[in-house]
């Protein structure tokens, strides 16, 4: 499990393009809002493919580095020790071609919202897999471990063409758990385990 790089952009849009050449960043780059408000433009995903276009994004924002991954990511729920996945559809994968002849800016409102659930959609299995159980009981421990929190979420990608090379893409604290599958009973448990402990 990786993170792709990445760099927050505080303000200053027209310094974005020498800020990304020192941080030696490959294009093409997703952009995110520095923080998810709630309004629908904080959930907006942005693809810059070139230099020149980084200056018409809008800090503050985080820059990564786009990881192809067959237009699907898994979101994982953590509710104290309870881990939910479901699959969401993603920004499509970037050809060579699309870096040679795509410029500008592309803005994705709404990705991997839950009406971009993917779950019963005809995937490629390759893409489809959902990351093994181990892998994420463990991910989960750590990120429990490390951020002190017992109720959040990740969107976690698989690299396009590898079986077990994962990236973590975006960490929230209390996500929405009306968009989780089960949610009440999973949620009744951990608030119930609480009480108990």
């Given amino acids: 499990v990786d993170v792709p790089r990445q760099l927050v952009i505080e303000r200053d849009a027209s310094s974005i393009p020498d800020v990304v050449l020192k941080a030696g960043l490959t294009l093409p ?45 898994f979101k994982v729920y953590i509710v104290g020790e309870a881990i939910k996945v479901v699959r969401r559809f993603s920004l499509p994968d970037v050809t060579k071609q ?33 990351p093994p159980r181990p892998l994420l009981e463990r991910l989960a421990k750590e990120l429990r471990r490390q951020l002190g929190l017992r109720l959040f979420n990740l969107d ?10 994962f ?14 599958p089960e949610y009440e009973h999973i949620f009744t448990d951990f608030l119930l385990s609480l009480t108990q402990s």
Avoid: W
């Avoid at 040679?100 to 990705?111: C, D, I, L, M």
């Avoid at 976690?156 to 090379?165: N, S």
């Fill in 156 to 165: 976690i990608i698989r690299e396009h063409g590898t079986r077990d090379q």
């Fill in 29 to 73: 780059l997703v952009a995110k809002p520095l923080v998810a408000d709630g309004s629908a433009k904080s959930h907006e995903l942005s693809l810059a493919y070139d230099q020149y276009s980084l200056k018409k994004l809008e800090p503050p924002l985080v820059l990564q580095e786009f990881v192809n991954h067959g237009g699907v990511l």
């Fill in 167 to 180: 990236y973590v893409i975006d960490i929230n604290y209390f996500p929405g758990y009306g968009k989780m």
């Fill in 98 to 130: 699309d870096l040679s002849t795509s410029a500008g800016v592309f803005r994705f409102p709404r990705v991997s919202c839950a009406a971009a659930s993917a779950d019963d959609a005809d995937l490629d299995p390759c893409v489809a897999e959902l």
